[in-house]
């Protein structure tokens, strides 16, 4: 049986990223996993045995099977993204709080009937996006609220890239319409749209401009794409997201008195070690200039960490459920305002490269 203070957890699909949660959620105090389902029960059972769950976790060959167990408090769902909405809003009306990977949909309609789920049947929602819950990224934000050091935010690049090979540009589920349409858009561009918005406190540019000569492969899903996001006040951004080119997860922040950099957003270098890094420029720091310089040179900031990003991401999603569990407290909206607002930059962006490149505006319902 699960402490009073343990959230139970149910897996739906074995999906590689599950590995990753299930390492995470042993690590967590206040979580643990009590059940799986996959379509097949040979591979739950499978799956269950490789990642050394124990005896007492209920393996099913349905993922409803895991939805009608009632000490199942929430699930994480890694399934496909076309698969989300339909198995999310289930979810949310069988009781259980979801964790759903991102791109949590395929647009923001699909995202709508999950958030529109969960409220009304009182469950908390959150995507998988792990960097939003390491202690890096409350530091990060610090710095960026220095104005004696940072000034006024003005510009924003990011750059995530993987080349994962012919292999998967031809079989993965990323590159299948009928099951995760998005590409590399959803993967990875997912990362780098949240990156900015998170940087400008969640503020919505006006408006959208992918860049011209976006790769897609002949389902027409994005292998490859970019785009410009810019605001009322004069602030813009860029992004780029490919699956054609070397591993790449980085994010620079422009102010008008320093810089942040950060050169592995989304799989912190040192965290196996215990801390997490980030570099920072300010021009309070001319008074540092070495000989033969001709600018400051970034200070390396160190962030130590007890946890990985990806236990932080289990324990607050588990605190917060806790708190509706026990506490008979209102979920937690923030997370359901970060995701929407991930999504519908991420359609204007699919839109402007559907419509011929053009400029699309953003619009807040």
Known sequence: MAE?????????????????????????????????????LEKATSFASEQ????????????????????????????????????AVKAAEKGKHVLLEKPVAMNVAELDQILEACEVNGVQFMDG??????????????????????????????????NPG??????????????????????????????????VNYQLPKSVLAFPKATLNQDNVIISCGSSLHWEDGKSATFHCSFLT??????????????????????P???????????????IDYGKIEQ???????????????FSQDVWMVKEFADLVGKVKRLEMKPEKKWCVVSRKTQLVLDAVKESIQRGYESVEIVME
């Open 4 to 40: 009073e203070t343990e959230v139970c957890f149910g897996i739906l699909g074995c999906a590689q990223i599950s590995i990753k949660f299930c390492k995470a959620i042993r690590k967590a105090p206040n979580a643990k996993v009590i059940a799986i389902g996959s379509r097949s």
């Open 52 to 87: 050394g769950l124990p005896e007492a976790v209920s393996v099913y060959g349905s993922y409803e099977a895991v939805l009608e167990n009632d000490e199942v408090d929430a699930v994480y769902i890694p399934l496909p993204t076309a698969l989300h909405v339909t198995w």
């Open 129 to 162: 996006s792990m960097w939003l819950h390491h202690p890096r990224t409350v530091k990060v934000k610090e710095a960026l609220s220095d104005e004696q050091r940072f000034g006024q935010l003005k510009w924003i690049h990011s750059c995530m890239t993987y």
């Open 166 to 199: 012919p292999e998967f540009l031809k079989n993965s589920i990323r590159m299948k319409p009928d099951l995760d349409g998005l590409g590399a858009l959803g993967d990875i561009g997912w990362y780098s749209i949240q990156a900015i918005l998170w940087s």
């Open 246 to 267: 070397y591993l790449t997860f980085d994010v620079t922040i422009l102010g008008t008195k320093g810089s942040l950099r950060l050169h592995d957003l989304t799989l």
């Open 269 to 283: 270098f040192e965290e196996s070690f215990g801390y997490g890094t980030f570099s920072e420029s300010s021009e």
């Open 292 to 306: 033969g310089m001709w600018c400051p040179k970034p200070n390396q900031h160190v962030v130590e960490t007890e």
